[in-house]
């Protein structure tokens, strides 16, 4: 089974909301990614969680904020954002932080800030 | 610089109609290429991953090759259902499973 699960599957907010972002696995992988996607365009790395904890953040703007409760779980916080944070936002999962080893992506979340 | 390029942007193929798209790259020390296919609106589905020049993965209409300098995503005999973008990253970092996405081919076959 190699299945990332996601919630909501679709968000719609404005820009004074608070929001969560959900993804969980139980392939026992230890290492859990968000990515922004938008239209036409590649994944964009986000943050990446190791062992529950933060590895890599890219620059990433405050008002997301990441969240890793355990090894299934990871959550991204939203609040004050941008009508240009509208995209699809991906949870990827692997293994571990090894080169060879294969991200699994969720069916994301597509969000609309308004 | 490391660079991933895939080509062409689009492709319109008719069913049956064979063809192959392209994955070059321009990294150092290169650990890993992925194929993903990704549909509309959901998450990039995994396809192959390669290690090493020479190489070679299949999956049913899809055979995945790997050279020093890129990758080709073979597909015979398409099927309309093969209508997807198609994505190819490298993983390039021993410290960490960073991957570099290339922008895609959107492949639509047409029946």
């Known amino acids: 089974d190699t299945e990332v699960t996601q919630t909501p599957k679709h968000l719609v907010m404005g820009m004074t909301n608070k929001k969560s972002l959900k993804c969980e696995q139980h392939?026992?992988?230890?290492?859990m990614y968000w990515y922004k996607q938008k239209a036409k365009k590649p994944p964009e790395l986000m943050f990446v969680?190791?062992?529950?904890?933060?590895?890599i953040n890219e620059s990433v703007p405050s008002r997301f904020s990441p969240e890793c409760p355990n090894s299934s779980l990871l959550n991204l916080h939203l609040h004050a954002l941008q009508p240009e944070d509208s995209a699809l936002y991906l949870c990827?999962?692997?293994?571990?932080?090894?080169?060879?080893?294969?991200?699994?992506f969720g069916p994301g979340t597509r969000l609309t800030v308004l | 610089e490391d660079q991933v390029t895939q080509s062409p942007e689009a492709l319109r193929l008719q069913e049956g109609e064979s063809s192959s798209l392209n994955c070059s790259y321009t990294?150092?020390?290169?650990?890993?290429l992925f194929w993903y296919r990704q549909d509309p609106g959901k998450g990039p589905e995994f396809l192959f991953t390669?290690?090493?020049a020479g190489e070679e993965k299949e999956k049913e209409r899809l055979k995945a090759t790997l050279t020093k300098k890129e990758s080709f995503l073979h597909i015979t005999a398409p099927k309309p259902e093969d209508s997807a973008t198609y994505l190819c990253?490298?993983?390039?970092?021993?410290?960490?499973?960073?991957?570099?996405f290339g922008t895609g081919t959107s492949l639509t076959v047409i029946p």
């Open positions: 990827a999962s692997s293994q571990d932080l090894l080169p060879t080893d294969t991200q699994y």
């Open positions: 392939m026992g992988h230890r290492a």
């Open positions: 969680y190791s062992y529950e904890k933060l590895s």
């Open positions: 990294v150092s020390g290169l650990r890993g």
């Open positions: 390669l290690y090493s």
């Open positions: 990253a490298v993983q390039v970092s021993d410290t960490g499973n960073q991957f570099y």
